[in-house]
């Protein structure tokens, strides 16, 4: 039995350039979201957790606004820079990042944590993402 090949082209959009947003969200089939909690105050998240995930920044929703103008393609969510947080915090700010992922986007699209703290689970991490993006 021959194995399905799928063919990908991904293309990476200038956040900074409206036009470029808009003529990537126009022809793509899926957009990947990428939040960071690199700039994530894990000591203020208990007082405001929106607040101090700062998940999305200004350029990051005026482009989510650009989007949404020209219609919601397909959604996937993925949360970097996850070694920057201590280990103890790690699974609260997941749930925090994919609560703020849902309340953006609506659960029906998929929520993913991309982990780079070690190269067995990075490989693991980046072949799911592809798996459900060719998916």
């Not at 022809?27 to 998940?55: M, R, W, Y």
């Not at 969510?77 to 996850?82: A, I, K, P």
């Not at 749930?95 to 703290?117: A, C, D, G, H, W």
Request: with cysteine.
């Amino acid at each position: 039995m021959a194995s399905k090949k799928q063919r990908l082209i991904f293309l990476e959009m200038d956040r900074n350039d409206p036009y470029s947003v808009m003529d990537i969200a126009k022809i793509a089939d899926i957009v990947v979201v990428a939040l960071s909690c690199k700039k994530t105050n894990v000591n203020g998240i208990k007082q405001d957790p929106f607040e101090h995930a700062k998940a999305i920044d200004e350029l990051g929703y005026r482009a989510l606004s650009l989007i949404r103008s020209q219609g919601m393609p397909s959604l996937i969510g993925v949360l970097q820079h996850l070694e920057f947080v201590s280990s103890s915090k790690h699974s609260y700010v997941k749930k925090l990042f994919q609560r703020i992922f849902e309340s953006e986007f609506t659960e029906k699209y998929k929520f993913m944590p991309l982990n780079k703290s070690s190269e067995v689970i990075q490989n693991t991490d980046s072949n799911a993402l592809l798996r459900q993006i060719a998916v």
